[in-house]
Structures are given as C-alpha cells and as structure tokens.
C-alpha cells in the first residue's frame, strides 16, 4: 500500500519516467527502422545492378540466338542444295547399275556352240563381248 500511497503523490513523476520509457523506446524503434532502410537501399543497389546485368545478359543471349538460328538457316538451305545434287548423281548411277544388270542377264543368256571344242567355245563367247578382240 504504501507503494500505492508513493506513487499517487507523485504522479507526475511516474507518468514523466513512463513517457521518458515510451520515448527512448520510440527513439530506439526509429534507429532500428532507419538501419533497416539502410540496409534495404543497399540491397535495392544490388539487386538494381545485377537485373542490369541480367538484361544486357538477356539482350547478349539473343542476339546469340538469332545468329545461331541463321547458321542453321543456312546450313539447311546448303544440305537441301547438297542432297538434291548427289540425288542427280545417285539417279545417275542407279541407271547405270540397271544397264550393267541388263547387260549381265544378256551374257547369262548365251551359249557356247556345242559343236566346237567347249574352252574355244567359251573363248569365243567372251571375245564376242570383248570390243577390239580377235574373233
């Protein structure tokens, strides 16, 4: 009670110790806020330099890009050009694969003359196809 008793005579004193309390704390809550916004603009210092970083970076890449999807364009356009000209070339040797196929069957179709020794037959048989042999 008597606690009581000393603190109802001196109101004013408590109530100016309670405020002094309240206004340290608020003066210690704005240093804590404004350290904070220090710290937050120079986070936003860094961040703001590397998305710089990053959008030269994104420009960089796709201009890359575009030069790497014209080498193909172009390595495309060369391979059709390519395949095209051996598809003349291969049509080529495919006709004459067939001639030469014909003219196997043709040989395959002759027969030696039975009625001459069989080595001169054959002999003759092969010098017949021979441009330029005796015959």
Same mark, same amino acid.
């Given at each position: 009670?008597?606690?009581?008793?000393?603190?109802?005579?001196? %109101?004013?004193?408590?109530?100016?110790?309670?405020?002094?309390?309240?206004?340290?704390?608020?003066?210690? /809550?704005? %240093?804590?806020? %404004?350290?904070?916004?220090?710290?937050?603009?120079?986070?936003?210092?860094?961040?703001?330099?590397?998305?710089?970083?990053?959008?030269?970076?994104?420009?960089?890449?796709?201009?890359?890009?575009?030069?790497?999807? @014209? @080498?193909? +364009?172009?390595?495309?356009? +060369?391979?059709?050009?390519?395949?095209?000209?051996?598809?003349?070339?291969?049509? @080529?040797?495919?006709?004459?694969?067939?001639? /030469?196929?014909?003219?196997?069957?043709?040989?395959?179709?002759?027969?030696?003359? &039975?009625?001459?020794?069989?080595?001169?037959?054959?002999?003759?048989?092969?010098?017949?196809?021979? &441009?330029?042999?005796?015959?």
């Amino acid at each position: 009670m008597e606690e009581l008793a000393f603190i109802w005579s001196h %109101k004013s004193f408590v109530l100016a110790i309670i405020l002094s309390l309240v206004i340290a704390g608020g003066c210690l /809550y704005i %240093k804590i806020l %404004k350290e904070e916004l220090n710290t937050a603009v120079a986070q936003k210092a860094v961040i703001t330099s590397d998305l710089a970083l990053s959008q030269s970076s994104v420009k960089d890449l796709q201009a890359s890009i575009v030069t790497q999807n @014209a @080498a193909v +364009d172009k390595l495309k356009s +060369d391979n059709d050009a390519r395949v095209a000209s051996h598809q003349v070339e291969l049509n @080529a040797a495919q006709q004459t694969a067939q001639t /030469y196929k014909q003219q196997a069957q043709s040989l395959m179709k002759l027969v030696a003359d &039975p009625t001459i020794a069989q080595c001169v037959a054959v002999n003759n048989l092969i010098n017949s196809q021979l &441009p330029g042999a005796k015959k």
